[in-house]
T-cell receptor, first 114, second 114 residues
Framework: AQTVTQSQPEMSVQEAETVTLSCTYDTSESDYYLFWYKQPPSRQMILVIRQEAYKQQNATENRFSVNFQKAAKSFSLKISDSQLGDAAMYFCAYNGGSQGNLIFGKGTKLSVKP | SAVISQKPSRDICQRGTSLTIQCQVD?????MFWYRQQPGQSLTLIAT?????????ESGFVIDKFPISRPNLTFSTLTVSNMSPEDSSIYLCSVTRDSTDTQYFGPGTRLTVL
């Protein structure tokens, strides 16, 4: 069975600094999809970034980028120029593609200090 | 991305009663899912809502406790039956066009059972 592990329950970053959130996963599939979602206190799940496993190039979305290491089964999220609005729970998620459902890690709570 | 609404946004219910949560999408989608997020926890898939047929439940979730309907491609309901305090959670629906596409989430329903 596939699993997703986020080893950092909480992280803190100074405003305007850079922070990296870690995620590892376990799968025997070769094609799959990885996501980072953000959940602020409003509880709305917001897509941050998506990575297809067959793509070697790391995905980027403005201040958000990933470091995807397929062989190591690692998928970390880097947030540059952190803003107060980035404070939230961040969940790493895996989709094997056949059933369509997401398997989530336990989440990392990110605090941003002014 | 799709615009997804859920009703109610929150509710406080008595033990032994049932609550039906609605999920409405502004466009036709192929796949709809229901997730549960217990307090301070990650998201766990309850079931895949199938249009025109019975929902597909994950291990640990049964139809008698969580009956699901999906009468068309834009609407689904989840009922939490015979509630107990352990059912206090956030319930989220999500949608996607196909099994490999990005999932988008509704705003969630916060349920408290007394």
């Amino acid at each position: 069975a596939q699993t997703v592990t986020q080893s950092q329950p909480e992280m803190s970053v100074q405003e305007a600094e850079t922070v990296t959130l870690s995620c590892t996963y376990d799968t025997s599939e070769s094609d799959y999809y990885l996501f980072w979602y953000k959940q602020p206190p409003s509880r709305q799940m917001i897509l941050v970034i998506r990575q297809e496993a067959y793509k070697q190039q790391n995905a980027t979305e403005n201040r958000f980028s990933v470091n995807f290491q397929k062989a190591a089964k690692s998928f970390s999220l880097k947030i540059s120029d952190s803003q107060l609005g980035d404070a939230a729970m961040y969940f790493c998620a895996y989709n094997g593609g056949s059933q369509g459902n997401l398997i989530f890690g336990k989440g990392t709570k990110l605090s941003v200090k002014p | 991305s799709a615009v997804i609404s859920q009703k109610p946004s929150r509710d406080i219910c008595q033990r032994g009663t049932s609550l039906t949560i609605q999920c409405q999408v502004d466009s036709q989608v192929t796949m709809m899912f229901w997730y549960r997020q217990q307090p301070g926890q990650s998201l766990t898939l309850i079931a895949t809502a199938n249009q025109g047929s019975e929902a597909t439940y994950e291990s640990g979730f049964v139809i008698d406790k969580f009956p699901i309907s999906r009468p068309n491609l834009t609407f689904s309901t989840l009922t939490v039956s015979n509630m107990s305090p352990e059912d206090s959670s956030i319930y989220l629906c999500s949608v996607t066009r196909d099994s490999t596409d990005t999932q988008y989430f509704g705003p969630g329903t916060r349920l408290t059972v007394l």
